[in-house]
């Protein structure tokens, strides 16, 4: 069975602190992707990142950084010097694509960022 | 270029009633999803729109939700009569036929149910 866990429901820092939002995911596809989204107060989810199974190389995109590790069935996000625009919830997702197109949500992770 | 926009942005009404959501996908983009959210929990899939065909409902709750995209440009998702656990946050998302990994998400229809 497909599954995505986000233990951290919410987390609270200072600005200028880095902060690492947790993603576990389960499935038994050898071919998958997984994803980041970013929930801010307006509404929409935004899309971050995407990575596919076969590439472990971790990701650097300015002050965001992702860390997959197929070893641990992790895929963990770094915000360095977090700024309070980073307030918002955060999904971390998967996809067994191309077998289907659904994406598997967990159940976000609301990061808090105060001045 | 113009997101994914969904229509109300809320919607209140009392169990029984009727409602139906709206969402426009980014133009051009042939592939149409939609997913809810129910307080607290994870985003579930409901089902997938290949221009006007249902490719995948899977994730449909009940013959109480009828998805509907006429044309292949914008869906309407219909909830009759609606329930309390109906209450949520509906997702539109959209992708190209040929990039369709990417979803393109709309800021969601809150759907509240007395």
């Known amino acids: 069975a497909q599954k995505v866990t986000q233990a951290q429901t919410e987390i609270s820092v200072v600005e200028k602190e880095d902060v690492t939002l947790d993603c576990v995911y389960e499935?038994?596809?050898?071919?998958?992707?997984l994803f980041w989204y970013k929930q801010p107060p307006s509404g929409e989810l935004v899309f971050l990142i995407r990575r596919n199974s076969f590439d472990e190389q971790n990701e650097i995109s300015g002050r965001y950084s992702w860390n997959f590790q197929k070893s641990t069935s992790s895929f963990n996000f770094t915000i360095t010097a977090s700024q309070v625009v980073d307030s918002a919830v955060y999904f971390c997702?998967?996809?067994?694509?191309?077998?289907?197109?659904?994406?598997?949500f967990g159940t976000g992770t609301r990061l808090q960022v105060f001045p | 270029e113009a997101g994914v926009t969904q229509f109300p942005s809320h919607s209140v009404i009392e169990k029984g009633q009727t409602v139906t959501l709206r969402c426009d996908p980014i133009?051009?983009?042939?592939?149409l999803y939609w997913y809810r959210r129910v307080m607290g929990k994870e985003i579930k899939f409901l089902l997938h729109?290949?221009?006007?065909?249902?490719?995948?409902e899977s994730g449909m709750p009940n013959n109480r939700f009828l998805a509907e995209r006429t044309g292949g440009t914008y869906s309407t998702l219909k909830v009759q009569p609606a329930e309390l656990e109906d209450s949520g946050v509906y997702f539109c998302a959209s992708s190209p036929l040929d990039s369709r990994n990417i979803q393109y998400f709309g800021a969601g229809t809150r759907l509240s149910v007395l």
């Open positions: 729109f290949v221009k006007e065909s249902k490719q995948d």
């Open positions: 499935t038994r596809d050898t071919t998958y992707y």
């Open positions: 133009s051009g983009h042939d592939n």
């Open positions: 997702a998967l996809s067994e694509y191309p077998n289907t197109d659904k994406l598997i």
